[in-house]
């Protein structure tokens, strides 16, 4: 059974920190590209940051650049999202997603971000 599980959102003051995990399992998550999304009530839905399978290259979304950090340990199964600088626009249910070319999408739940004083 494939599941994504994501941790570690919180609530945060502006200007503070969070690292997002996302915990990958019934599928060679190796093989698989790794991305982080966010979605706010009534915005759609919005590509944070995206890593290759072997962790060798980044895309990351214009509003981010600069002070997110996607990284992944394929011995853990585990993608990360460090967040810096959080800004209350961040505030989102942050998703991770698993795709692979010519294979099926994998979806996490989410797991709320909300920064506010």
């Known amino acids: 059974q494939v599941q994504l599980v994501e941790s570690g959102g919180g609530l945060v003051q502006p200007g503070g920190s969070l690292r997002l995990s996302c915990a990958a399992s019934?599928?060679?998550?190796?093989?698989?590209?790794m991305s982080w999304y966010r979605q706010a009530p009534g915005k759609e839905r919005e590509m944070v940051a995206s890593?290759?399978?072997?962790?060798?290259?980044?895309i990351y979304g214009d509003s981010v650049k600069g002070r997110f950090t996607i990284s992944r340990d394929n011995a853990k199964n585990t993608v990360y999202l460090q967040m810096n600088s959080l800004k209350p626009e961040d505030t989102a249910v942050y998703l991770c997603?698993?795709?692979?070319?010519?294979?099926?999408?994998?979806w996490g739940q989410g797991t709320q971000v909300t920064v506010s004083s």
């Open positions: 997603k698993a795709r692979r070319a010519m294979a099926a999408e994998y």
């Open positions: 890593i290759s399978s072997d962790g060798g290259s980044t």
């Open positions: 019934g599928f060679t998550f190796r093989y698989y590209a």
